[in-house]
């Protein structure tokens, strides 16, 4: 079954750090680009970071660049997402998403005092 499952969402303070995960099974994850999207309420969704196959490149919005990590272990078919000093701006339902069209089902961060 093509599935993408992550993990790892929660509620943090402000000025907190989480590490969301995305397990990848059913497909080849090692062979494409990988990307986390959010979306907050009443809002579209938007691309947050995104990284290619190898690892080799890496692209982040604006509003995430040294703030937001991507990377990936194509041994264990996992996607990851550290986040540090967050801000209540960041509140949303994070999705990882492959090249080939799989979505995750999405992980809820909330960030609030």
């Known amino acids: 079954q093509v599935q993408l499952v992550e993990s790892g969402g929660g509620l943090v303070q402000p000025g907190g750090s989480l590490r969301l995960s995305c397990a990848a099974s059913?497909?080849?994850?090692?062979?494409?680009?990988m990307s986390w999207y959010r979306q907050a309420p009443g809002k579209e969704r938007e691309l947050v970071a995104r990284i290619t196959s190898a690892g080799g490149t890496t692209n982040y919005a604006d509003s995430v660049k040294g703030r937001f990590t991507i990377s990936r272990d194509n041994a264990k078919n996992t996607l990851y997402l550290q986040m540090n000093s967050l801000k209540p701006e960041d509140t949303a339902v994070y999705y990882c998403?492959?090249?080939?069209?799989?979505w995750g089902q999405g992980t809820q961060v909330t960030v609030s005092s």
């Open positions: 059913g497909f080849t994850f090692s062979a494409w680009t």
């Open positions: 998403n492959a090249r080939n069209g799989v």
